[in-house]
């Protein structure tokens, strides 16, 4: 339980129905005291109010410290892939590594059956195999299945998404409010959770070491134009803060964080015909030994494009039918079988080509 009014609600709705539920919150912020964020699942004011909410609900509340955990396997691989000139996403890596494996744990400790959380997602069980699927929720624009792609079969066979079947996040407020919560009207988080208010580049500026180094903003072309403070400040895609160009608007088309260059260029530089991804997941299927026809998100929010992948060795390479842009190295991408999550993985190469035989 983060503190919002998501993981309220699954907790109430898992009461109503009769469930004997523990609320736990897990400690995460790594930081100084006074400069975590005001709300959320990483601050002080989360724990407060995930307590509060336990209470009026008639449930026990435990608080779990990890932020050992947290530090290492998220807040570090986050500063180390800004450092590496990629756009990594830390909220799939923290539910997989940190959140599902401590909840399992958790729940072992306290006797549990099962584990519920938040998300917007649900799972079904395949008539074809032992296998438990990852469904996208019925409420396409709060889905997050997205965002939990790293589950493993032991994660999904305990969870339990109570919120993925609501239609909309009106109707999870509403039940907050019925059930006379005070969470019922709370915002809702945004952004990443520990870097708060002060903007991930204010956040990593004391972590990432060379991360601001200033270097050369190269065009395609290969000239030089300009000069940037720091490859953390840039992602694929972006167009604030690069220098004018009698071209026209320019991208950002790549980072090369060993040479400690920015390289820029027009918009149609951006798309891609396909990608290379890594560190697999295979969420609902065992991998397949053919090409597979799937629909691909490339991040969070994005829309389903329809492609091809197919596995080489340790890779997964995808063809869109249609060029993609700004397709971000360090970001996950999710296939897709209609509403059922196949597999994700890291992209670690966007490429102009077709890469799938």
């Known amino acids: 339980m983060s503190g919002g009014v998501d993981s309220a609600v699954a907790a109430g709705l898992l009461v109503g ?7 736990v919150t897990m400690r995460l912020w790594t930081g100084q005291p006074g400069d975590e964020p005001s709300r959320g699942c990483c601050s002080l004011a989360g724990v407060q109010d995930a307590r509060e909410t336990c209470a009026q609900l008639g449930i026990p509340h435990y608080v779990v410290d990890l ?15 800004y450092s590496r000139g990629v756009t990594p996403n830390p909220c799939t890596i923290c539910n997989a590594k940190v959140r599902f494996d401590a909840l399992l744990r958790i729940a072992n400790d306290l006797g549990a059956d099962r584990i519920a959380t938040g998300h917007y997602a649900r799972t079904s069980t395949s008539q074809n195999s032992d296998r438990i699927q990852l469904l996208a929720a019925v409420c396409a624009s709060k889905d ?49 959770c520990f870097v708060g208010t002060q903007g991930y580049a204010a956040f990593l500026c004391d972590r990432a070491q060379g991360g601001f180094e200033p270097g050369p903003i190269v065009d395609d072309l290969g000239r030089v134009i300009g000069t940037h403070s720091g490859i953390v400040g840039y992602t694929v895609g972006q167009r604030r803060r690069l220098p004018a160009s009698n071209r026209g608007r320019l991208f950002v088309v790549g980072i090369d964080a060993a040479r400690n260059t920015v390289h820029v260029g027009p918009e149609e530089r951006l798309l891609a015909r396909g990608l290379i991804a890594r560190s697999m997941n295979w969420v609902s299927i065992e991998p397949p030994e053919d090409r597979l026809d799937v629909q691909a998100r ?60």
């Open 17 to 23: 129905a009769g469930y004997r539920v523990f609320g």
């Open 67 to 81: 932020s050992d955990e947290f530090a290492r396997d998220v807040v570090a691989s986050f500063v180390d892939g």
């Open 144 to 192: 997050q299945s997205y965002m939990l792609y790293g589950l493993r079969q032991d994660h999904l066979r305990s969870a339990c998404f109570p919120l993925g079947s609501l239609p909309s996040k009106d109707a999870t407020r509403s039940i907050a409010a019925a059930m006379g919560l005070d969470v019922a009207r709370r915002g809702d988080s945004q952004d990443i």
């Open 298 to 357: 490339i991040r969070y929010n994005a829309p389903l494009v329809p492609a091809t992948i197919c596995r080489r060795d340790d890779a997964v390479y995808c063809r869109f039918d249609f060029p993609q842009r700004a397709v971000a190295p360090g970001q996950a991408v999710v296939f897709y079988d209609g509403d059922r999550v196949l597999a994700g993985g890291t992209i670690v190469e966007a490429v102009a080509e077709d890469m799938v035989p």
